[in-house]
T-cell receptor, first 114, second 109 residues
Framework: DGGITQSPKYLFRKEGQNVTLSCEQNLNHDAMYWYRQDPGQGLRLIYYSQIVNDFQKGDIAEGYSVSREKKESFPLTVTSAQKNPTAFYLC?????????????FGNGTRLTVT | EDQVTQSPEALRLQEGESSSLNCSYTVSGLRGLFWYRQDPGKGPEFLFTLYSAGEEKEKERLKATLTKKESFLHITAPKPEDSATYLCAPTGSARQLTFGSGTQLTVLP
């Protein structure tokens, strides 16, 4: 079955360490996205990519970095510069033009930094 | 700036008790509005897309409607398995989705 795989499901890190979250899709979608979800808040866009080797910052990109070397993969690195990294991170993909097509989400990675 | 407000924040219903969830939005140049369902610890699951005022979509016990300022998700005779958080997300001329903070629905048997 086609879908989006995020790994790991839970991740624990010490403050000051960089950590990379994996996102792989086999839906043949061009566009991929990273969102952050905090309790009581809507999903907030971190980064998005419309095509391979190209990506744009979202609303809260500070302290994060991404790469898009393959169509299927869009890893997110949470750097030590991110002041409040503990959150639920969601990866998504869509056919194209995210204003008109629904997003398909993975099941998330819950990151805890202490 | 695009804004979205969902109400109520939480809703408890008895099985079979119909109700509606509200999504009020201020979006420049609405291109579409999406509804998602999210179960605890999971990613959101797509339910509906509405593109213009007056449009309605139905799926099992759920019906979504859209006006120029708000969208409603009507739940008819809900069952416990309908318990989840429901998210709405309009998208405007900037082609960026703005997610509401959701309505947490609990349906009691």
């Amino acid at each position: 079955d086609g879908g989006i795989t995020q790994s790991p499901k839970y991740l624990f890190r010490k403050e000051g360490q960089n950590v990379t979250l994996s996102c792989e899709q086999n839906l043949n979608h061009d566009a991929m996205y990273w969102y952050r979800q905090d309790p009581g808040q809507g999903l907030r866009l971190i980064y998005y990519s419309q095509i391979v080797n190209d990506f744009q910052k979202g609303d809260i990109a500070e302290g994060y970095s991404v790469s898009r070397e393959k169509k299927e993969s869009f890893p997110l690195t949470v750097t030590s510069a991110q002041k409040n990294p503990t959150a639920f991170y969601l990866c998504a993909s869509s056919t194209s033009d995210r204003g008109l097509w629904p997003l398909h989400f993975g099941n998330g990675t819950r990151l805890t930094v202490t | 700036e695009d804004q979205v407000t969902q109400s109520p924040e939480a809703l408890r219903l008895q099985e079979g008790e119909s109700s509606s969830l509200n999504c009020s939005y201020t979006v420049s140049g609405l291109r579409g509005l999406f509804w998602y369902r999210q179960d605890p610890g999971k990613g959101p699951e797509f339910l509906f897309t509405l593109y213009s005022a007056g449009e309605e979509k139905e799926k099992e016990r759920l019906k979504a409607t859209l006006t120029k300022k708000e969208s409603f998700l009507h739940i008819t005779a809900p069952k416990p398995e309908d318990s989840a958080t429901y998210l709405c997300a309009p998208t405007g001329s900037a082609r960026q989705l703005t997610f509401g903070s959701g309505t947490q629905l609990t349906v009691l048997p």
